[in-house]
Each structure stands twice: as structure tokens, then as C-alpha cells.
């Protein structure tokens, strides 16, 4: 830790540090974020972009009083140090350790819990509002990316925001990406704003300069900037987007710039009334590496900080989302029907290639998954074969448009839903264990889970042919291959392992632990029979109720919220066909699943081959005593 980071008692005590001090404590700040990353994993580029930023907010604004929502969030790791955290800062996104994003929970200077894209704005004004109608004073601040400002949410939210006269500051981190470069009309919009670089540090540089002519310099400055402020007015018709809508617009300015962003800020504190500050950064700063490549730092594995992003001690494989985009590709060269979307994810759901193979054919439409899912619905209504890719995680924000648009109209498109299940250190927010529970309840679809990367291409294969809508669900990480009597290309229920005592049933990418834990119930004398679950719906009932006219025990497992699960589901069914089966569901707890490596969070869950082994074992006690 540096020696200013070192000596700051508390966040206020930055308002005391002269620039020079700032501009070092900006340096340890890098320093210590990529030594850490680098440790643990994380998100890089888009924190080191923003270190001065947050260094001048608190510097200028009082965070007893006023108040920030961090946009998505993985931008706060600065935040956290500057806000009592630094001391903990080497548990980041470990067990019971410091969050990835902002969490109420974790500091009173954590204002709103965020992970999910484009919800500053909204939560930002709600907060402003509470607060004048509570007579408290302060400031609300929303920190919003501009690749965040492509969802809908964050224009819904503008929109309310720009007349309702609240003391509300947007602060646009224009850094001219989300994870890849931004799309659509808004990014062209920002990119006409900010017109150049050398155009700020001109504007920068003419300021210092005028500022500094004797006795009439700051007059003349001052009255320049009332020159430019009218000039805006009169322009107002044609001007900028954000003052259309009620906003008071300031920018761009140097995001880098320590001495500009505080005055500007203390300017802008000034103001009555709703507030954009249109602040330009490079994603990445400071770390040479991320600032040539900021798309493959922004979320990245631990790494050597001298050679950059490369695998350290872990074999060269394909991930479920490589074969994914490489079965795409290839389904696509032969059919022209074939087409892909994404919600600014091409290289996280591995449709990097298919996007520079077949651009006419790949739809990139920013953070905006409501948006994604009626247009597949279109594409599909119009004879095409539209692939939606998203983050089971993200799904979610597009709930409506998958029951209203795809399914009730019951259109062919394929949702490929990658990180699904237990996904690990970025926590609660980014778990993928809610998708097959929403996904259950839908009319027309078929959800399958692929129990390995074998399987999730014969998935697609299938999903391409059918004449409805079809998930694909698979998780993270390194794609494995299940050695066992298992046809990748069969997804009713297939029993893997032989055995009379047990039924032991799991669902999707599980089946390794299941097998393991067949293998160590094997050596107590308990034999298995172990069920591949490939097919959630429609559902299988057939060849479970086969295997439990002979054993009587059921043990379901899925890495799913146990309510409304699909163990849940089939129970009724279950029951009526085998009145004295035994039976235990073992699935995520109603509860917010925290950070952790996913073997962690298996253990924790009772999902691992050990704890479904001990489970199992209680399950056949219990049906010998029955």
C-alpha cells in the first residue's frame, strides 16, 4: 500500500491532500488495483479508467451527506479503498470477503447494491426524491457508463429525470465502451459531443492559460463561460440530446484531468436542478496492456502483471462458450437463415468469430436484452432463425418480451443462455440460478441442458430444428467430457450407472459429481442408479418412473433456487405414480447465493459428490426404516 493511501484516516481527509498528492495517490491506486487483480481476478479496465474521478467526487462532495449510485458497479474498486476498505482489499471477490460491486451491506459509503447495467439513473433520482422529502440536504450523484446508456432503462429514467427539477447529478463515463466497442445511435451521439481529445486538452489548456493573465484572468474566464453557457441556450433546439430533455449539459471534459473534473465539478454543485457532466476517460489507464486490449481486461482471471492476460498453470481448453460460437459459426455457413444476437456480450457468449465471419448476420444492440428478445421474435416471425446469446444472469431483465413475444406466439428462436448455474466470485448478482425457474412456467418451450460439451452442440443442433422456442443452458468455465455410458445426442432421461438402491437424478453439467458420488456410495455397499436430466421440458417422466419402481428413492440435484425448481416440479407426478418413494430435492437455497469459487459454493449448497453422497446415504436409511 503507498504511503498517501497508507497515511488517509478517513475519506474527507482527501479534501486536504494538495494536487501533487492526488495525482500520487492516484498512481498507488493502479498500483494496487492491478497487484490485486492480478491476484484474484476481476474487473480491470473499466476501474482503472475511472481513478481520478473518484478522486475528485470525493474531493469535492461530502458522501456524510451527499450520495452516488455506481452504474453496474465494477467500476467501484477505487470507491471501496478510498471508503474505509483498503486494509481489505486482498479478499476481493473471495468468501466472505470484499464485494466486486458496491454493496450496502459491506460500507454506509455503499449507497445502492448494482451489477446489472443501466439502473443508476433510476435509483439515483428515487433516492434525490426521498431526500427532498425528508428536508435533507446533499447531493445525489449517478455514475453511468455510456455503454450503459444504451439499455432502455437508463433513456426511461432520463426522461422522468429531466423535468422533475431534482438535484440530481448524471456523470457520463464516456469511454466509448461497455465490453466491446458501443453500438447504436447514442454512441454516434456521445462521439459528435466529444468531438476529439485534442480538442479537450486545447479547451483545458486555453483555460489554464486565460486563468492565469493578471488581474483580469479569471474575470475573462469567468465571462467566457457565461458566453458559452447563453450560447448553449440559444442553440437549445438544436443542440444537445440531454438538454431537450431538461437537462443542464456540461462537457466533455478530460476524465483524467484532476484540477478540471474539481472545479467542474464545484461548479455543477451550484446548479438547481437536474445535471449531465459529460466526463471522457480511457478504459484501462495506466496499465499498458489493458488500455491497447480494454475489451479482453474487463473482466479477467488472475495473471502474470508483467506479461499480461495469459493462462498461469491451467491447461489450454475450450470453454462451453467457445463451442457454443464455434458450432454456431459452422450451423451458419450452411444455413443462410442462421442468424445471432447480442446484447453487447459477442466475445463473453463466444460470437466473436460469427460476428467477423458473417457480420450481415450478427446483431449487436447494446446493453439492451428487452430490446435483443422482440427482435429475435421478429427476425423469427420473418423466416429467419434468430440465436439470442446472453448471460442466464442478464435473461432475466428480459423476462416479459421472452413470454409476450416469443412464446405465446410460439416462435422458433434459440435462446443460448451461457453462465448457467453456480458462476462464482462476481456473487449474488451474477448467479445463474434463477433462469430454468422463469423458464419453467413459460408455454411452447423446450429447455434443454446439455450434461457436456458434447452435448451442448448436439443441443443447438437440435434447438436449430425445432418449429418452437428452445433454451440452451449451459454453465462457465471449461467445457468437460462425461466418460460413461452416456449418448450426447439423447435428451430423454438416460440412466448412466446401474443400480438398484438409489435413484440419484441431476440436471445438466452436475452429472460429473453425480457419478462420483455413485462411485463413493459404491464403496458403503449402495448402488445408484444415476439419471442424466438433459431435458427439462417437456419432462421425461417415462424413464424416472422406471428407475423408481426400483429403487423408491429419488435424490434430484440442479444448480437452480430450490423454489419453483424442476426437482419441485416433478414431485406431484412423482408421488402419484410411486405413493411410497422417498425423495429429496438438493438445490440452491432461497437465499442470495454470495461469492466464492464454484467448488466453495457447491460444498456450501450440498451439491458437491460428497455432500450428494451423505444425502443419498440419508435417503436409503430412511427408505429401509419406511
Same mark, same amino acid.
Given at each position: ?28 491506486? !493502479? ?5 490485486? /487483480?492480478?491476484?484474484? &481476478?476481476?474487473?480491470? $479496465? ?13 474531493? /469535492?462532495?461530502? *458522501? ?31 468468501k466472505s470477503g470484499l464485494s466486486g *460491486? ?5 460500507? @454506509? ?27 435533507e440536504p446533499g447531493r445525489v450523484i ?71 493573465? @493578471? ?18 441556450? /440559444?442553440?437549445?433546439?438544436? &443542440? ?26 464545484? =461548479?455543477? #454543485?451550484?446548479?438547481? &436542478? ?32 508483467? %506479461? ?7 491447461? #489450454? ?31 463473453? +457468449? ?6 467477423? +465471419?458473417? @457480420? ?49 406466439? =410460439? ?40 450434461? #457436456? ?5 448436439? $443441443? ?5 430444428? =425445432? ?17 460413461? +455410458? ?14 438398484? #438402491? ?16 455413485? !462411485? ?15 431435458? $427439462?421440458?417437456?419432462?421425461?417422466? &417415462?424413464?424416472?418412473?422406471?428407475? %423408481? ?29 410411486? @405413493? ?47
Amino acid at each position: 500500500m503507498g504511503q498517501i493511501l497508507k497515511n488517509l484516516y478517513s475519506p474527507e481527509a482527501i479534501q486536504q491532500l494538495s494536487l501533487a498528492e492526488q495525482r500520487e495517490l492516484a498512481s498507488e491506486l !493502479r498500483e494496487m488495483i492491478i497487484s490485486q /487483480v492480478s491476484t484474484t &481476478g476481476g474487473h480491470l $479496465a473499466s476501474n482503472l479508467g475511472v481513478i481520478e474521478l473518484t478522486i475528485a467526487l470525493l474531493a /469535492v462532495y461530502d *458522501f456524510r451527506k451527499d450520495r452516488i449510485v455506481f452504474d453496474v458497479g465494477h467500476q467501484s474498486y477505487a470507491w471501496k479503498i478510498l471508503t474505509g476498505r483498503a486494509n481489505q482489499f486482498d479478499t476481493l471477490r473471495q468468501k466472505s470477503g470484499l464485494s466486486g *460491486f458496491p454493496k450496502r451491506s459491506e460500507s @454506509p459509503y455503499d449507497f445502492f447494491d448494482t451489477g446489472h447495467s443501466s439502473t443508476s439513473i433510476s435509483a439515483a433520482l428515487g433516492m434525490v426524491r426521498a431526500m427532498a422529502n425528508n428536508h435533507e440536504p446533499g447531493r445525489v450523484i449517478a455514475l453511468i457508463g455510456d455503454g450503459a446508456l444504451t439499455g432502455g432503462m437508463a433513456f426511461e429514467a432520463l426522461n422522468d429525470a429531466g423535468m422533475s427539477g431534482a438535484r440530481l447529478v448524471v456523470i457520463i463515463n464516456d469511454n466509448q465502451m461497455s465490453i466491446g466497442k458501443n453500438v447504436g445511435g447514442l454512441a454516434r451521439h456521445l462521439e459528435n459531443l466529444r468531438i476529439s481529445r485534442r480538442y479537450i486538452h486545447l479547451k483545458t489548456a486555453l483555460e489554464t492559460l486565460i486563468s492565469k493573465i @493578471p488581474l483580469v484572468g479569471p474575470r475573462l474566464l469567468q465571462f467566457l463561460q457565461q458566453v458559452k453557457k447563453m450560447d448553449r441556450l /440559444v442553440l437549445r433546439r438544436s &443542440g444537445v440530446f440531454f438538454e431537450q430533455l431538461g437537462f443542464r449539459y456540461y462537457g466533455p471534459i478530460d476524465g483524467h484531468d484532476l484540477k478540471a473534473l474539481q472545479r467542474h465539478l464545484a =461548479n455543477i #454543485d451550484e446548479v438547481d &436542478g437536474p445535471v449531465v457532466l459529460h466526463v471522457i476517460t480511457q478504459k484501462g489507464r495506466g496499465y499498458t496492456f489493458a488500455e491497447s486490449a480494454p475489451d479482453i481486461y474487463h473482466g479477467v482471471a488472475p495473471f502474470e502483471v508483467e %506479461l499480461g492476460v495469459c493462462p498461469v498453470g491451467q491447461p #489450454d481448453c475450450l470453454t462451453y462458450s467457445d463451442i457454443f460460437g464455434q458450432a454456431l459459426l459452422a450451423r451458419a455457413r450452411e444455413n443462410p437463415k442462421i442468424c445471432a444476437i447480442s446484447a453487447a456480450m459477442a466475445s463473453g +457468449t463466444g460470437l466473436k468469430s460469427f460476428a467477423e +465471419t458473417l @457480420p450481415h448476420r450478427f446483431y449487436d444492440v447494446g446493453i439492451a436484452e428487452q430490446h435483443a428478445a422482440t427482435l429475435a421474435a421478429g427476425l423469427a416471425a420473418g423466416g429467419a432463425r434468430p440465436v439470442l446469446a446472453l448471460y442466464s444472469t442478464f435473461l432475466q431483465r428480459a423476462y416479459d418480451q421472452l413470454l409476450h413475444d416469443i412464446c405465446l406466439q =410460439n416462435l422458433p428462436v434459440v435462446l443460448a443462455i451461457d453462465r448457467a448455474g453456480i458462476v462464482g466470485e462476481d456473487g449474488e448478482t451474477h448467479q445463474g440460478i434463477y433462469d430454468l425457474n422463469l423458464l419453467l412456467t413459460l408455454p411452447a418451450i423446450e429447455i434443454l441442458c446439455p450434461a #457436456d460439451g458434447r452435448a451442448l452442440e448436439r $443441443a443447438l443442433d437440435r434447438a436449430l430444428t =425445432n418449429n418452437h422456442p428452445t433454451a440452451v443452458r449451459y454453465p462457465r468455465g471449461a467445457a468437460v467430457t462425461v466418460m460413461a +455410458t452416456f449418448d450426447p445426442t439423447d435428451f430423454n432421461i438416460q440412466t448412466v450407472r446401474r443400480g438398484s #438402491d438409489c435413484t440419484l437424478a441431476v440436471v445438466g453439467t452436475l452429472l460429473p459429481e453425480a457419478l462420483e458420488a455413485a !462411485r463413493l456410495l459404491a464403496q458403503d455397499g449402495i448402488e445408484c442408479d444415476v439419471l442424466s436430466i438433459q431435458r $427439462a421440458k417437456p419432462f421425461d417422466y &417415462g424413464n424416472l418412473i422406471v428407475s %423408481l419402481q426400483k429403487t423408491h428413492t429419488l435424490l434430484v440435484a440442479e444448480e437452480t433456487v430450490c423454489a419453483g425448481s424442476l426437482g419441485q416440479m416433478i414431485l406431484p407426478e412423482v408421488i402419484q405414480a410411486i @405413493p411410497d418413494c422417498q425423495f429429496h430435492l438438493s438445490a440452491i437455497r432461497d437465499e442470495p447465493l454470495h461469492q466464492g469459487r464454484r467448488s466453495q459454493l457447491l460444498s456450501d449448497q450440498g451439491l458437491d459428490a460428497m455432500s450428494l453422497a451423505i444425502q443419498a446415504k440419508m435417503l436409503v436409511s430412511r427408505s429401509v426404516r419406511v
